[in-house]
């Protein structure tokens, strides 16, 4: 439930134009001092790094379904990007102590849970998964991002860097609703289905977590209050919407 599909982003994250406070301010060394929020930083990159490994799995399987060469190289191109995001996330993990393996393991279930639930049943159905589907846990991450250390933030902004699907799944999905505009409303309904389950999942995966559930509500460095949980997540399907309108469907 991660990507790195951001087309237009342009209002669709909080602002960060305000000189940074608290552990926003701080780097790895000084916010790490915290057992908590150490911890809660474990949880979190773990649960990237696992996205991103299930996101090089789910393209390289999608690119099996890909009607020409052309768009199986896209794919395969695609899925090497989200690899090498999961290296770095790895290696990260790693540098900092910690066994990947066994920071990725509490989230397996959860993503699993979700790739089962969302199984994509041709070609156009996989395109709009990765556009929207794995777009919304990433704006959840980039919101949780401008509120951590500064190490911490630079990674995991650019581990959500684009890797082109965005696009790719906007140009395709549109050229299938121009061919046969009775595709549209079977995947509008799809992306509705993807919608509710990327957020249950996430909301279970952080209710699971002690420490990354502290963090995110204010216990841990910078975290949400609820008022802002709720500006969050309309921000969350502000953008949501957005996606839609770029492929053509209705949200």
Do not use: C, N
């Not at 994509?120 to 991450?141: C, H, Q, R, T």
């Amino acid at each position: 439930m991660t990507s790195s599909d951001k087309p237009d982003r342009a209002g669709d994250t909080p602002d960060t134009s305000a000189a940074p406070t608290g552990v926003a301010a701080m780097d790895w060394a000084a916010a790490s001092a915290d057992p908590q929020y150490r911890a809660a930083i474990v949880d979190l990159l773990g649960a990237l790094a696992y996205g991103e490994l299930a996101a090089f799995e789910r393209l390289a399987d999608d690119a099996k379904l890909a009607p020409t060469l052309d768009d199986k190289a896209e794919l395969a191109k695609m899925a090497s990007a989200e690899f090498h995001h999961f290296e770095r996330l790895r290696d990260r993990l790693a540098g900092i102590g910690e066994e990947p393996t066994v920071a990725m393991e509490p989230f397996v279930a959860a993503y699993e849970g979700f790739h089962k639930q969302t199984a994509p049943s041709d070609w156009l159905e996989g395109l709009v998964k990765a556009y929207v589907g794995d777009s919304i846990a990433s704006d959840f991450y980039r919101e949780v991002a401008v509120r951590l250390d500064s190490d911490t933030r630079a990674l995991v902004l650019t581990v959500l860097d684009d890797t082109g699907h965005g696009g790719f799944a906007v140009e395709k999905v549109r050229a299938a609703i121009d061919a046969d505009p009775r595709v549209g409303g079977r995947l509008a309904l799809w992306a509705r289905r993807l919608m509710g389950e990327a957020l249950s999942q996430s909301q279970r995966v952080v209710a699971d977590r002690d420490a990354l559930s502290t963090m995110l509500v204010g216990g841990v460095a910078d975290g949400f209050d609820l008022a802002e949980v709720g500006r969050m997540f309309s921000r969350i399907t502000e953008a949501h919407t957005k996606r839609m309108a770029a492929l053509g469907l209705a949200a």
